[in-house]
């Protein structure tokens, strides 16, 4: 899961050094476990309420785990953060959209194509393809970013070093962001792009938030405009 996490961070365009630091938090985002019973890990039937909020503490004690260390404290907020949501469904802080640092959605895809494909008490391991299937209908529903949903896939299919030559776009747009950028540039509604993309709304809500304020602008006139001049549509298209 390391591995695969810190793989992706290099293919979304992050540094080596904040790869590094993405590889850190997955070998250390279960730290927490020790604070959980083992019959709860171990119960092949549905876990009961109480059992269930155990479970979900097990990322708030990483987090106190490592909080006193100052090399580790960073490390250990985003260690805690992997079961965080993009829809602020996740745990323990229930963190929603911008707020979800952008490794710890990294952490959050690759934690989820790594864990289905493991066995649990409860069930059967999954094949590659369904955890595949499963990270993209994730991102559709809004649940995980779909920028990083296409970082641990192309990690995981090793396709990671051909996703880093391409390189990111202007203002550090990622291939995702350029390819929303453009349907806005042109006029396309979001619920259009969401369509379009098979992503949800959120998602792209989320992804007009990163493009402005990468861009340095506040409006879809603006976003146009750094489009035109940065070549990624004609002017005669921006509607």
Same mark, same amino acid.
């Given at each position: ?34 604070? %959980?019973? +083992?019959?709860? =890990? /171990? ?8 059992? =269930? ?15 006193? *260390? *100052?090399?580790?404290? +960073? ?35 690759? /934690?989820?194509? &790594?864990? %289905?494909?493991? &066995? ?8 590659? +393809? /369904?955890? !595949? ?11 995980? !970013?779909? !920028? ?26 990622? *291939? ?15 619920? !259009? ?14 992804? %007009? ?31």
């Amino acid at each position: 899961m390391a591995d695969l996490a810190s793989a992706a961070a290099l293919t979304s365009g992050l540094g080596e050094g904040e790869s590094a630091t993405v590889r850190r938090a997955a070998l250390l985002q279960d730290l927490g476990r020790a604070g %959980v019973s +083992a019959t709860i =890990w /171990d119960k092949p039937g549905p876990l009961s309420p109480g059992e =269930w909020e155990r479970v979900r503490l097990h990322t708030y004690f990483t987090e106190r785990m490592l909080a006193r *260390p *100052p090399v580790l404290a +960073a490390i250990g907020e985003l260690a805690a953060a992997h079961h965080e949501r993009m829809d602020g469904s996740g745990y323990h802080r229930g963190l929603a959209g911008s707020a979800v640092p952008a490794a710890a959605r990294l952490l959050a895809a690759a /934690d989820v194509h &790594r864990a %289905v494909q493991e &066995r649990r008490a409860h069930r059967p391991p999954a094949a590659a +393809a /369904d955890a !595949d299937r499963l990270l993209r209908s994730e991102a559709k529903a809004g649940r995980l !970013d779909a !920028d990083a949903v296409d970082a641990v896939l192309a990690a995981a299919a090793g396709r990671g070093h051909a996703s880093r030559r391409r390189g990111s776009g202007p203002a550090g747009l990622t *291939p995702r962001e350029v390819e929303v950028l453009r349907m806005l540039a042109t006029g396309v509604r979001n619920r !259009d792009v969401a369509e379009a993309l098979h992503i949800s709304r959120k998602t792209v809500a989320t992804h %007009v938030e990163h493009i402005y304020a990468k861009a340095g602008v506040s409006t879809r006139a603006g976003a146009a405009l750094f489009a035109m001049r940065h070549g990624l549509v004609d002017a005669e298209k921006i509607g």
